[in-house]
């Protein structure tokens, strides 16, 4: 078919779609008696029932005429071309109507992961709260072994087992430093640690002296 899938229609529809085709393009003429009705069920492979219901179509919208015992004749060259653009129409409509059924349906199943995910993280967040993990507040100090370095060079989370969570530096928050982010002396660390980690934790920013208070998150 050069017009219409027959995946799109049904099959007869198609058959009259393509004969519709051929008296567009001049293949049958008007006035011309074109193939009868076992002809053309051969043609196509289809039933003559099939045949049958597509030249009926053919004929309801002027395109043909059926006269028993005379064949089927050609009508009307202008009818096949309004026949052929309403089933244009009609195929847009309804490839649009698939591709908004598949969008909600795949918008159904992203909720559904969205839905699993939060329910996922939830489920995390409350298993950390139970970890008992402190926020607490140390100072670098000058002796601290950190200054100059960055976290990652002092393999902070390693040796610590705590997270950093913000920088307070001369009146500017650094929040989520990353991991090149130079410390200096003075430094106010905001870090999320385990309670039995906290000596590991004072040692290496410079002492107990260091220690500026905790509050349990």
Known sequence: MDVLSSQVFPRYITIAV?????????????????????????RYNVSPETIRRALTLLQDMGIVHVSPGVGVVVRSQKAAEAFLAECGHRQVLREMQERLHRLLRERDRINAEIEKLMNELLDYTFKMAGNLQRIEEVRILPTSPL???????????????????????????????????????????????PPEQREQLYSLVGGPNSHQGGTEE
Do not use: C, H, M, N
């Open 18 to 42: 393509d004969i519709a085709t051929r008296i567009v393009r001049g293949e049958y003429r008007e006035g011309q008696k074109i193939f009868g009705r076992s002809t053309l069920a051969g």
């Open 147 to 193: 200054v100059g370095k960055s976290l990652a060079e002092a393999e902070f989370r390693a040796r610590t087992g705590s997270t950093v969570l913000a920088i307070y530096r001369r009146g500017e928050e650094i929040l989520s430093p990353q991991a090149s982010t130079v410390l200096q002396a003075g430094d106010i660390l905001i870090v999320l640690a």
